[in-house]
């Protein structure tokens, strides 16, 4: 058989198709059994370019990018935020930013997490803990590498730790993560 030289190739494209088949019917001049078919579904891969904007908590992924964990505070009641905040939650009063990079921190909780989203899937078992830091009254959600996840402890409860800071940012909250002191 010769090919036509107009004739596109022709390639699945990444499509997967579900529900395809045709169905038969005995009666050529109706077209009504098509109603019961099951609907055809395609899976195929979907990108999109998205402007995200981070507004106000700008500062803080800056911080991590120079390796700097910021904090927000309060000015007159000094209520002190350890995530990015732009106004304090009781008085809606704007907060200053502080540098809280080298104050002492622990852990207060942690959990292991054996599954995870796609992007932390090929890392667990991993641990993320809630730090606590001298003269902030939050807790910073964060990843807590270098115990053993296998070897859980109560014992964590407490430790000191104290931040790391990717050395590539990817301007994500990930950027800070904590390891014993």
């Known amino acids: 058989m010769v090919e036509s030289p107009n004739r596109r190739e022709e ?3 990444g499509f997967i198709v579900h529900g ?3 169905p038969i019917n005995t009666d050529p001049d109706s077209l009504a059994f098509l109603k019961q078919m099951a609907p055809i579904r395609i899976e195929q891969e979907y990108a999109i370019t998205y ?13 991590l990018t120079n ?6 505070q309060e000015s007159e009641s000094g209520y002190t935020y350890a995530n990015p905040r732009g106004h304090d ?5 704007p907060t200053q930013w502080i540098d809280i990079t080298t104050r002492p921190a622990r852990v207060h909780a942690f959990t292991v997490c054996y599954f995870g989203s ?9 641990i993320l803990a809630l730090i606590e830091f001298d003269d902030v009254n939050t807790l910073l959600l964060t ?37 014993p002191a």
């Not at 402007?51 to 911080?63: R, T």
């Not at 390796?67 to 927000?72: D, E, F, G, I, S």
């Not at 939650?89 to 009063?93: A, D, H, I, L, S």
């Open 11 to 13: 390639s699945l494209g």
């Open 20 to 22: 395809i088949p045709f």
């Open 51 to 63: 402007l995200h904007s981070y507004g106000q908590d700008s500062p803080w992924f800056a911080g």
């Open 67 to 72: 390796q700097h964990l910021l904090a927000c």
């Open 89 to 93: 939650m009781f008085t809606g009063e």
């Open 118 to 126: 796609e992007a932390f899937l090929p890392e667990t078992p991993y």
């Open 143 to 179: 990843r807590l590498i270098g115990p053993d996840p296998a070897r859980a402890s109560l014992d964590w409860i407490g430790m000191n730790v104290k931040p790391r800071f990717l050395r590539n940012s990817k301007l994500k909250p990930t950027d800070v993560y904590f390891i």
